[in-house]
């Protein structure tokens, strides 16, 4: 029996597992953004001219929510200063100048066998190591299973991997099984559950028959066959799916008893652990046809894009537009010089004809956006709302409670920008309670010093 829940849609998946994983050579020079995670962004702890070693911690914040950064390359750092992010802004960052020696700093040892079944050691490690959420949240991952401890009953690992193009999971999960099954009870240890299930799409049936094979309950995994549909990957989805448990609107999964990691996090948690390495590289997905691929590249963080590219073979046709992540829920980024970061499992390079923007496009009122909501929000209104100015209503149809997964505008004959326009309500959204917050604490702080 396979898992699911309602709604969402069946785009072509363009995925090719098949591609092994190949070696991005590192760049003359990494750019490592101080912010690679969600929260507070880390402060440069080096300096023009400083020698840096291989997983240096190179960027730290004390605050809880918030995650170091670390050296992927040995080398000489060239600057500390704003460079182009991938998801936008200049942001302060790090570059070094590659020796091409890889000098490993050992800062971090491998845990020994008692730190391994330790809770507090396991945790403290994921946190050192910088571990985020590598599926695209980047919310650091220490904090996260760490908030669940006593309330969540059910651990979820996310293994749809349901996004287009994208195979870094499904890669993982065939080429390092049994560091895999190990990294999932090490956060099935940090979160002190008995169990934990591990969803994975029936698109990935050999993954799936491997990992089975490695007798995952005696690490205390569930493998959970769930059913070849986009948003699958969705937390809230992998909690329905799993559990039947349904988050409601303006809910999180710990409200709900519910944890969700990704599978490519676990891996790192295992690296973390087992090895004494922190996040310094991942599996990306380049795809596109503006280059010759796909490729399955494990590139180093802090590879700029461009460079990326031209170690894929180069643009083959002229490039319109980049997509970080997959092409659903992914950002487009605004400059080639932009690195990539912990949470980038794909760069796709797109030309004119992936382009799905139309000039001025009209709605038909054919409700298909409604039927495919995971959400089960109503786009059409909530664009009608928005185009008009009215916030009031649009918040009033739960706006805040769209994920962004893209189902609507994938699905919509007339190709609204549904997604594009609720993204950019929610950061307006947001922008207004900010600002809020602030104006009531500079009252609370007035009122204090009468
Ligand atoms: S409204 Fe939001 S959650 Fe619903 S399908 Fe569209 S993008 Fe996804
Ligand atoms: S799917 Fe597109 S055209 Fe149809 S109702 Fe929704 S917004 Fe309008």
Same mark, same amino acid.
């Given at each position: 029996m396979t898992h699911t829940f309602q709604g969402g849609v069946h785009p072509n998946y363009m995925k090719a597992p098949e591609v092994p994983i190949s070696v991005?050579?590192?760049?003359?020079?990494?750019?490592?953004?101080?912010?690679?995670?969600?929260?507070?962004?880390?402060?440069?702890?080096?300096?023009?001219?400083?020698?840096?070693?291989?997983?240096?911690?190179?960027?730290?914040?004390? $605050?809880?929510?918030?995650?170091?950064?670390? +050296?992927? *390359?040995? /080398?000489?750092?060239? &600057?500390?200063? @704003?460079?182009?992010?991938?998801?936008?802004?200049?942001?302060?960052?790090?570059?070094?100048?590659?020796?091409?020696?890889?000098?490993?700093?050992?800062?971090?040892?491998?845990?020994?066998?008692?730190?391994?079944?330790?809770?507090? $050691?396991?945790?403290?490690?994921?946190?050192? +190591?910088? *571990?985020? /959420?590598?599926?695209? &949240?980047?919310? @650091?991952?220490?904090?996260?299973?760490?908030?669940?401890?006593?309330?969540?009953?059910?651990?979820?690992?996310?293994?749809?991997?349901?996004?287009?193009?994208?195979?870094?999971?499904?890669?993982?999960?065939?080429?390092?099984?049994?560091?895999?099954?190990?990294?999932?009870?090490?956060?099935?240890?940090?979160?002190?559950?008995?169990?934990?299930?591990y969803g994975i799409e029936i698109n990935k049936q050999d993954a799936i028959d491997l990992l089975n094979s490695l007798h995952p309950e005696n690490y205390g995994i569930e493998i959970v066959p769930e059913a070849v549909k986009y948003p699958q990957g969705g937390e809230k989805m992998q909690i329905k799916a799993v559990t039947g448990r349904e988050v409601k609107p303006g809910g999180l999964p710990a409200g709900v008893g519910c944890t969700v990691v990704s599978t490519r996090t676990c891996y790192a948690i295992y690296q973390a652990c087992y090895e004494g390495k922190p996040v310094i590289e991942r599996i990306v997905?380049?795809?596109?046809?503006?280059?010759?691929?796909?490729?399955?590249?494990?590139?180093?963080?802090?590879?700029?894009?461009?460079?990326?590219?031209?170690?894929?073979?180069?643009?083959?046709?002229?490039?319109?537009?980049?997509?970080?992540?997959?092409?659903?829920?992914?950002?487009?980024a605004t400059s080639l010089d932009a690195p990539t970061i912990k949470g980038t499992a794909g760069v796709l390079y797109f030309t004119e004809k992936e382009d799905r923007m139309v000039d001025d496009p009209q709605c038909i009122r054919c409700g298909k956006c409604i039927t495919v909501c995971p959400m089960k929000l109503e786009p059409v209104f909530m664009y009608m709302y928005y185009s008009k100015g009215d916030y009031e209503n649009l918040e009033k149809y739960h706006v805040m409670d769209c994920f962004e997964c893209g189902s609507c505008s994938f699905n919509c004959p007339a190709r609204m920008p549904l997604t594009h326009a609720f993204k950019t309500a929610k950061l307006m959204f947001q922008a207004k309670a900010a600002k809020e917050k602030a104006a009531a604490e500079a009252k609370a702080a007035k009122e204090a010093q009468k």
């Open positions: 991005v050579t590192p760049p003359a020079q990494v750019v490592i953004p101080m912010v690679q995670h969600i929260g507070a962004p880390c402060k440069p702890l080096v300096a023009k001219g400083d020698y840096v070693k291989l997983g240096q911690k190179i960027g730290e914040n004390p $605050a809880p929510v918030s995650a170091p950064v670390h +050296a992927s *390359v040995s /080398g000489t750092v060239v &600057a500390v200063e @704003p460079r182009p992010h991938p998801l936008g802004d200049m942001i302060m960052s790090v570059v070094i100048e590659n020796d091409f020696q890889d000098t490993p700093c050992e800062d971090l040892a491998p845990l020994t066998e008692k730190e391994l079944k330790d809770p507090e $050691a396991i945790l403290a490690r994921m946190r050192e +190591a910088g *571990v985020v /959420g590598m599926g695209g &949240a980047m919310f @650091p991952t220490a904090f996260k299973v760490r908030s669940g401890v006593g309330k969540v009953d059910k651990l979820i690992i996310n293994g749809a991997e349901c996004e287009p193009y994208l195979n870094g999971d499904h890669l993982t999960m065939l080429n390092f099984p049994e560091q895999l099954l190990k990294g999932i009870e090490l956060v099935r240890i940090a979160a002190d559950v008995d169990k934990a299930y997905t380049v795809g596109g046809s503006a280059v010759d691929g796909p490729h399955n590249a494990l590139t180093r963080v802090g590879t700029p894009l461009g460079y990326l590219a031209e170690q894929c073979g180069g643009f083959v046709k002229d490039l319109k537009k980049v997509v970080l992540g997959g092409p659903m829920m992914g950002i487009c």
